[in-house]
C-alpha cells in the first residue's frame, strides 16, 4: 500500500513570541492525527536587518519587520525543549531555517526535515548548508519560475540529497483560481521527486483536493482561530478543521488504495436479488393475447417471472391463459 499523504501542521508565528502559546500548540496539535509540527527558526541578526519592510503591516508593538523578528526567538535551550516536546507526543519536528546560524542550532537541535521557505529557494548559500547536513529537503516552490527551480533541482541533484517539492502559491490566504493544482503533475514529471501542496487557503477542502490529485506531502499552517493575532492566521486551519482533514485524507488514502473488481459482483448477490426486478402485466389480458410494451411492467423480486432485462424477448408472444393486473409473468405463461 502507497504510504500515507504527510501532513505537516505549521505553526510559524502563531505562538507570537510566547513559549507557553507554543507548547500549547504542541499538544493541540499532536491530538490531530498529522505525523509532523513545523516550526519557523528566526535568529534576527543573522538574517535580517532594520532595512527589512513589512510583507504585511500588522504587528501593533513591533516598529520594524526585524523588532518582530527578534521578538519571535527563543535560545537555543528553549529549542532543545520544543524539540524534545514533540518527541514525547509523537510529533516529528520539522523546521524551516532562515540563516546558517539557524541550521547549526537544529543540528545540535536534531530535526526530521528541513523545509525551504519560498523566499529562500534560490538562495544557495543556506542550501549548501543544508545540504551538508544530509538531512531530506522540502523545498516550496510559491515564489519560483520553473527556470529558477532547474537552478535549484539540479543543485540539489548534484548534492545527492533526499528532497520534494511543494507547489504553494504565495497569497494569504490562497484563492481557489490561485491554487495550481495542475502544477504538482509539472513538478512531479518535471523533476521525478516526491511532490506535495502547501496550503494557505484556510480551507479544508483545498487539502482534501490535493491529496484525491496526488499530493504526497500536504502542509498547511494551524492557529487556534482565525482571529488571532499575526500575519497567518486568516490563512490557516484551526485544531478542529485538521481533525476533519486528517479524517478526510485517511479515507481518501484507504480509497485510493483499495481497488475494485467490477468484474467481480459475489458481495451483491442478495441485494441484486432484492433490488432488480421480474416482468409482471399491467392490466388484465385474455388468453390469445399478443404482447406490445405497454402491457408490461417490472416489479420487485428478481426470480418471480421473466428478467425485466429481457422484456423485448417476450414482445409479440401470445398469453396461453388468461392474466390478471400486476401478476407475474413467466416462460410457461407464453406460446
Known amino acids: 500500500m502507497k504510504n500515507k499523504p ?5 505553526i510559524a508565528q502563531a505562538h507570537d513570541g510566547s513559549l507557553g502559546i507554543l507548547h500549547s500548540y504542541i499538544d493541540a496539535v499532536a491530538q490531530t492525527g498529522v505525523q509532523a509540527i513545523k516550526f519557523q527558526m528566526h535568529i534576527a541578526e543573522a538574517e535580517s536587518s532594520i532595512h527589512e519592510p513589512f510583507r504585511v503591516l500588522f504587528s501593533k508593538e513591533d516598529a520594524t519587520r526585524f523588532d518582530y523578528w527578534k521578538r519571535m526567538e527563543f535560545t537555543l535551550e528553549q529549542w532543545k525543549a520544543i524539540k524534545q516536546h514533540c518527541d514525547a507526543v509523537g510529533l516529528d519536528f520539522i523546521c524551516s531555517p ?3 546560524l539557524a541550521v547549526d542550532w537544529l543540528e545540535t537541535i536534531g530535526v526530521k526535515a528541513y523545509k525551504v521557505g519560498s523566499g529562500e529557494v534560490n ?11 544530509g538531512k531530506p529537503i522540502i523545498i516550496s516552490s510559491g515564489m519560483s519560475s520553473f527556470e529558477e527551480l532547474d537552478q535549484t533541482v539540479d543543485f540539489l541533484k548534484s548534492k545527492k540529497v533526499d528532497f520534494s517539492i511543494l507547489q504553494c502559491t504565495t497569497a494569504y490566504p490562497t484563492q481557489p483560481e490561485q491554487y495550481g493544482f495542475g502544477v504538482m503533475q509539472e513538478l512531479k514529471e518535471r523533476y521525478q521527486v516526491p511532490v506535495g501542496f502547501s496550503d494557505h487557503s484556510a480551507k479544508i477542502s483545498t487539502g482534501i483536493a490535493a491529496v484525491a490529485l496526488g499530493a504526497e506531502i500536504l502542509e498547511f499552517h494551524v492557529v487556534f482561530h482565525r482571529s488571532m493575532f499575526g500575519p497567518d492566521a486568516l490563512a490557516s486551519l484551526t485544531i478542529e478543521e485538521t481533525k476533519q482533514l ?10 485510493q488504495n483499495s481497488p475494485i473488481n467490477k468484474n ?16 409482471a402485466i399491467n392490466k388484465d389480458l385474455p388468453a390469445g393475447h399478443i404482447l406490445t410494451f405497454a402491457d408490461l411492467e417490472s416489479k420487485k423480486p ?16 401470445i398469453l396461453k391463459t388468461d392474466k390478471k393486473q400486476w401478476d407475474f409473468l413467466n416462460e410457461e405463461d407464453l406460446a
Open 302 to 317: 428478481k426470480g418471480f417471472g421473466i428478467s425485466a432485462t429481457d422484456f423485448q424477448k417476450v414482445i409479440g408472444r
Open 98 to 100: 532562515f540563516s546558517n
Open 264 to 279: 467481480d459482483n459475489d458481495a451483491f448477490k442478495s441485494l441484486k436479488s432484492i433490488f432488480e426486478k421480474s416482468l
Open 123 to 133: 538562495n544557495f548559500l543556506l542550501l549548501e548548508r543544508i545540504t551538508q547536513t
Open 246 to 255: 486528517v479524517a478526510a485524507v485517511n479515507d481518501i488514502h484507504l480509497a
Open 6 to 10: 504527510y501532513l505537516i501542521a505549521e
